[in-house]
């Protein structure tokens, strides 16, 4: 089943790609591979929400977060290439906003991971790292970044 499919028979609509905040396009591509700039949880433009992981935003709220950057980094790679070129999700890079303490981050990046797997099946599969950071963008709590294989 292609990602397009997927996609519609799980009721997932790709939002518009999130306009960069600074400097750089949202994907690029080299070969046969997409790289995301690092995807905030946005939606309509607007931060869902902010603070640490760990003390404002709960570990269930930011899994529920990163699963938003990785739909907005589908987004990316579909208005380079198109969602059915993609071929493999390869590697995806999770950082964290964490309280002191909080040691939870792998759990919250299982969000994106988790749907990559529901669109992409075993070509969701991907090489990982769950990165604990002081601050974001924004006082996001949580962003990711996605290498894409494409056709």
Avoid at 36 to 43: H, I, K, R
Avoid at 75 to 80: D, F, K, P, Y
Wanted: proline share 7%; hydrophobic share 50%; net charge negative.
């Amino acid at each position: 089943m292609s990602p397009s499919a997927r996609l519609a028979e799980l009721g997932i609509t790709l939002p518009d790609v999130v306009p960069p905040l600074a400097a750089y396009v949202p994907a690029a591509r080299t070969g046969n591979l997409v790289y995301t700039a690092g995807q905030l949880p946005m939606e309509a433009g607007s931060l869902l929400q902010a603070g640490k992981v760990g003390a404002q935003v709960t570990p269930e709220d930011g899994k529920a977060l990163a699963r938003v950057c990785a739909l907005n980094a589908m987004a990316a790679v579909h208005s380079l290439v198109g969602i059915d070129s993609v071929t493999r999700v390869v590697k995806v890079v999770g950082f964290v906003a964490s309280a002191p303490g909080f040691n939870g981050q792998p759990g919250v990046i299982n969000g994106a991971s988790q749907l990559f797997g529901e669109v992409f099946g075993d070509a969701g599969a991907h090489a990982r790292s769950a990165v604990g950071v002081s601050e974001l963008p924004l006082d996001a709590p949580v962003e990711v970044e996605v290498i894409f294989e494409v056709a």
